[in-house]
């Protein structure tokens, strides 16, 4: 199979174009016929379910193309995006403060954190949502005054304060904070203590440094996972039916209820969430690019970027090298 | 090289100035580990004093005390006439706050030996990231002054680079001009050359050579005995925590009294 050139040169006699030697050789990519195989029946299988799905006399299809743009539903996307939304963003601001309690050289504030991440990360989700929705019989009134003592300068009926709604923001804001600050934490440790070392010889204080140096250079590392739990909040949001808040899976259920169109129902929900995953995973992109600054092989690329990759990747590859006629040994 | 030599014995020869930096019965531990033992060292403005010594004899960790990188368990440390890290309050010093230590760090620059250089910034923003957000000088002055300090290390090309895209040893170039654009009045040098492949480490020394001679009061641990001897108004010899010989480079290089200091020299030539 593999004849070799030198052979070839050797036989006419005539001196080689090049100065070949007796191991060139010219290489033929192994052949991979189960790859075509495996394909096709992958192929086969997934036709033959789409198949099943879209000739089912059980799916009303009309039925969902009617409920995507229901008045209700929307309402229902618009309180996730919401929910999201603010859970995040009042989650990430205490995950900062978590994860800087945790770095701190204070023993009390490292406990304090630990036992807050161990606490909200060990117990399910789903509990502590039930938990917070039931604060009412817990604590009959909240007050703002002096611990330990009688004096309150605010108080309010829990019932009345805590909504349905604040008791999910609550719950979920709550959670995804033990979660994200581990995340913060492991970003502010990724980076190299020399930074520290060379922003103080330079005379910036410590938070200077915090901000221009170390959370840039963190963020590189925190925005990956920060994407990841900003989809799974998005997800999440779902388990709020919960108690009875009205986002778009308990839209969904609340309309199937009534018309026991169930399977469309969840289609339709679940058709929402897939668009709304995939529309946040766009600014992830751009997030990272930007912090990726400086470390350009770690820049993920754009899907632009992307699209004509995979093109230009159809392409036949560029001319190969021209021989190396010449050795010099420095 | 030989004229360098000379400019350097000639400077040394001048009328002795002030010392900017006065260490004085510096003591250090870590843990059980005592690192520093009673060290006492002068360096007088517009001189280069190198430390020698064998890894762990505690020279790297007395430059990271003189910016107070480290603190001191003992003893003071007196750069142009200020006590560093401390405030003298009748008999006591109190510690300083960051931010105050911050301020006098200012004054002082420093090379480290893996460059730290900030990644995500490129090599102009690294020099004017201190100028413009501390010292608050206007950013226009501050880019102006930071390409004139890339053109003298030999990197006016490389402003808009990342670290990332530069060699070593142009890194260890603009890590100097970074500490160059805070206008200090003292040089700290952590080994600059040790984390560069052979041949990158000339351009540093070059760089440091005339930094040298334009009358920078530097204090630079590192093994190049070559630079040691061709610049060096003071060189330092350490071992254990202290200081074992100390003198002018001809002295502790060509002539050592002491058998350690002997030893040691016979080992990096």
Not at chain 1, 292 to 310: K, V
Not at chain 2, 101 to 125: D, K, S, Y
Request: contains cysteine.
């Amino acid at each position: 199979m593999t004849a070799t050139r030198g052979a070839d040169a050797r036989a006419s006699a005539a001196p080689p174009a090049f100065d070949a030697t007796d191991d060139d050789v010219v290489a033929i990519p192994l052949r991979r016929p189960w790859r075509v195989v495996g394909g096709a029946l992958v192929l086969v299988l997934v036709a033959s379910f789409a198949a099943s799905v879209l000739t089912n006399p059980n799916i009303d299809f009309q039925a969902i193309g009617a409920f995507v743009f229901d008045p209700r539903i929307l309402d229902g996307v618009g309180l996730t995006l919401l929910i999201t939304f603010i859970a995040m963003v009042v989650s990430t601001f205490l995950a900062v403060v978590v994860a800087g309690m945790r770095l701190s050289s204070n023993p009390v504030l490292v406990s304090v954190a630990w036992c807050y991440v161990w606490v909200f990360r060990g117990t399910p989700l789903l509990v502590q949502i039930v938990l917070w929705g039931y604060l009412g019989l817990l604590y009959e009134s909240l007050t703002i005054g002096i611990p330990f003592t009688d004096i309150a300068f605010w108080q309010a009926d829990t019932n009345a304060l805590i909504s349905a709604f604040t008791a999910g923001l609550l719950a979920l804001t709550l959670n995804q904070a033990a979660y994200s600050s581990e995340i913060v934490r492991a970003g502010m440790l990724s980076v190299d203590e020399g930074q520290r070392e060379a922003a103080a010889s330079l005379g910036m204080s410590p938070l200077y440094t915090f901000r221009r140096v170390l959370l840039p250079q963190a963020m590189r590392v925190i925005i990956p996972p920060m994407g990841n739990e900003t989809i799974s909040m998005l997800k999440n949001t779902s388990l709020l039916s919960v108690i009875a808040v009205l986002e778009l899976y308990t839209q969904a259920t609340v309309i199937s209820s009534q018309n026991l169109k169930q399977v469309e129902l969840l289609i339709v929900a679940s058709l929402w969430y897939l668009f709304l995953t995939s529309v946040l995973s766009i600014p992830q992109y751009y997030l990272e690019r930007r912090y990726g600054r400086g470390s350009s092989r770690s820049l993920p690329p754009t899907p632009l970027q992307r699209l004509r990759r995979a093109i230009d990747a159809r392409r036949p590859g560029p001319d190969p090298a021209p021989e190396t006629k010449e050795v010099r040994v420095v | 090289m030989s004229t360098t030599d000379t400019a350097r014995t000639a400077g040394a020869a001048r009328t002795p100035t002030r010392p900017l930096v006065e260490i004085r019965r510096v003591r250090k531990s870590f843990g059980a580990h005592q690192v520093l033992r009673d060290i006492s060292l002068e360096v007088p403005e517009g001189t280069v004093t190198v430390l020698l010594g064998p890894s762990g004899s505690g020279k790297s960790t007395l430059l990271r005390c003189i910016n107070h990188l480290e603190t001191i368990d003992g003893g003071r440390i007196i750069v142009d006439g200020e006590l560093i890290g401390y405030r003298q309050a009748g008999h006591a010093t109190h510690e300083m706050t960051p931010r105050q230590i911050a301020r006098q760090r200012r004054g002082i620059g420093m090379v480290f030996q893996r460059f730290n250089l900030f990644p995500h910034m490129t090599a102009l923003e690294n020099i004017t990231e201190a100028p413009v957000g501390i010292a608050r000088i206007p950013s226009a002055t501050a880019k102006a002054r930071a390409r004139d300090l890339l053109d003298r290390v030999g990197l006016a090309d490389f402003a808009g680079h990342y670290p990332s895209q530069l060699s070593g040893g142009q890194q260890q170039r603009v890590a100097i001009a970074r500490a160059l654009a805070m206008s200090p009045k003292l040089m700290l040098f952590d080994e600059p050359t040790s984390a560069l492949d052979p041949e990158l480490v000339g351009d540093v020394l070059d760089v440091m050579r005339e930094l040298a001679d334009d009358g920078m009061t530097m204090i630079v641990v590192t093994h190049e005995i070559g630079f040691a001897r061709g610049v060096a108004d003071q060189v330092v010899f350490m071992d254990g925590g202290v200081v074992v010989e100390s003198g002018t480079a001809a002295a502790v290089i060509d002539t050592p009294q002491r058998q350690r200091t002997r030893n040691f020299l016979e080992s990096v030539r």
